[in-house]
């Protein structure tokens, strides 16, 4: 009995090692497969793997965050009826995810720091750069990269508190932007 009982144990606690984990190697370009994505991990960074995004962090999730993620036109936006739709202009984009963060109800007294087109990856795109208060009143600023590209759009977000993490990695942001490359992928219609 002692023994079975320390059996399962043991293979309880390998089970429990086999989870998410962090990885550190930044000598090669991180990939997501599942939304066809690769970008640079930044020195002294991790990206929290498995993961369908690029999700990484230097000092913990809730501290700073990039998040690289892919959406198929047509998908559903928090906080709004309207969708990015095939053929949409960066600008008009822009201003349906401003809309979206305006009516979301944990993000008070949003401001909107910069809004301009840019190209990442040679694909049409924005860049946007808001803060808000949350409901707790910490500042935060949340810098993004939205590039729209055949049937979906790409948006590297990075998220931190505007008095010291954002202007502190915001470069390292900057970084994962220009090394972020975008390959095909379809979407099944939503």
């Known amino acids: 009995m002692k023994r079975t009982a320390l059996l399962t144990l043991a293979g309880l606690l390998l089970v429990g090692c086999v989870g998410p984990t962090w990885v550190t190697d930044n000598s090669q370009p991180q990939e997501a497969k599942a939304i066809a ?4 991990l930044p020195q002294g960074w991790a990206r929290y793997s498995p993961d369908p995004d690029l ?4 000092d913990g999730l809730l501290l700073e965050t990039i998040r690289v993620s892919r959406k198929a036109y047509g998908s559903k936006l928090e906080n709004t009826d309207r969708k990015f739709t095939k053929g949409i202009d960066a600008q008009e984009a822009a201003q349906i995810l401003i809309d979206a963060f305006a009516a979301d109800k944990n993000r008070h007294n949003l401001q909107v720091v910069d809004n301009r087109p840019v190209a990442i990856d040679g694909h049409a795109g924005f860049a946007l750069e808001v803060t808000y208060r949350t409901p707790e009143g910490l500042t935060i600023r949340e810098t993004m990269y939205v590039a729209l590209v055949g049937d979906s759009y ?5 998220t931190a508190p505007d008095r010291h993490y954002h202007e502190l990695h915001k470069g390292a942001f900057e970084e994962v932007v220009k090394t972020l490359k975008i390959a095909p992928k379809t979407f099944p219609k939503p």
């Open 55 to 58: 999700v990484m962090t230097r």
């Open 37 to 40: 994505v690769s970008a640079s």
């Open 154 to 158: 790409v948006i590297a977000r990075f």
